[in-house]
């Protein structure tokens, strides 16, 4: 019998292995990595966890089964099933777009090794010692980001100080709980432990003042690999964060949870939204704009409420596709402009790049919130929601999705230049270089992206049953 949390841990880690030795056939390897993500997050969400079942070569399969690692439990319950879903769907889009956009780069074999350690760190019990599988995945997500001939990207190295800063803080929360179920009547423990805890996901989470990473993660790395680590990794973060306000009730249940979470969001979403207005470079705008839905999730869980946190559930389970559409589309015109994304230097590639372009478009839509986009549905419910109690809040938020599109409007407006004169007539000659597989490609994750913003109930559903603590198939 074969357990489950350990096949959701040791595959990707063996299919890093695999891919990596076949990389020079970046079609072979891009699809070993699609495959292996799309098949386990489909085994993930029907297989059931209270039973075994037989699977191919009648090998029988308990994903319910705890493991024990090295004096700790590995295990799957049907609250992680989402998460780990979560983890697996968004890292099969990336790659299939990877596949056309950054071809043989060391996405795939890394990414697949960091989906075996994120996803050790949603199922590791205590939770607390998720927090060392998060420091190694930071470690490797660097070599992710490297973008091969360029000196080392500050954004992978600002991502692991800020991961190795917040790990001490959780290592002494953890030993604070511990003592406060000896000595309970030592409620300043309870203080203490909400404070680090506090700062360490801030730290973790990419929050203002924390927030350098954040932006050049995209800025200066590989875009997808930032994309990688502002989706899949962040969210990790985010099922963690949730998994110990359910663990530990009393943190949100503390009078200043709600207070400053909303306050931490606003502040994000008014500085990414500044920030991403007046931005001359693609990329750091893809960075601030993710600042600005960061800031809306924790402001929709400061709310306090089940509709907050179904909310900032949903706002999560939509951003992959958002983020990932923009870092596809500033990979392709990167390619073409010498891999610069100044204003001056893409002017007219959005005549030779098109679907890199509208890649580029729909994505920043969906991060700002903007309609028919799936990022829309989440921002505009938590619109509504704001508007009753606090509609100051809501104008700031409407006013950032408006900013991170002016933003955008600026590149816009150079990639579909035509100058009267021009030195290199190739490059606004009218005629396409991607290739027809990657406009289908780009065409059906655009589709999906549009089809969630129009038809948004079953993602919905799975929100509002993560909130309620189950999800059940």
Known sequence: MIAGPLLLLVLPLVMAGVVYLVLRWHTLAALLAVGTAAVLGIAVIYLPVDEAVAVAGGR???MGETVSFMGRELILE??????????????AVLFLLAWRFTPGSLLFPLGLGLLGLLGGALLIRPLIYAALLLEIAAALAVFALQVEGRPPTRGGLRYLTFTTMALPGLMVTHWLLERYAVTPDETGLLTAAAILLSVSFAMLLGTVPFHAWVSSVIDDGMPLAGAFVLTVSNGTIWFLLLDFLETYPWLQGHALFGPVLSAAGLVMVVFGGLLAAG????????????LVDSGAALIALGMSSSVGVTLAI???LVRPIG???LASGLSGLRERSGGSDQIEDIQGLGWKAPWSTAALILGTMSVAGWPISAGFVARWALGRELMAHSPTTALLLLLAGVAVMMGMWRGLSALLTRPRESKDRSVFSGVSSEGWVTAVVVIAAMLVCVGIGLFPQGLASVAVSLAGGAFLP
């Open 323 to 325: 983020l990932i559409l």
């Open 314 to 316: 949903f706002s999560l």
């Open 60 to 62: 029988q399969v308990a």
């Open 279 to 290: 931005r001359r470079r693609l990329g750091p705008l893809v960075g601030y704009a993710s």
């Open 78 to 91: 049907q609250a992680d099933q989402i998460g780990m879903a979560y983890l697996f769907f968004a890292s």
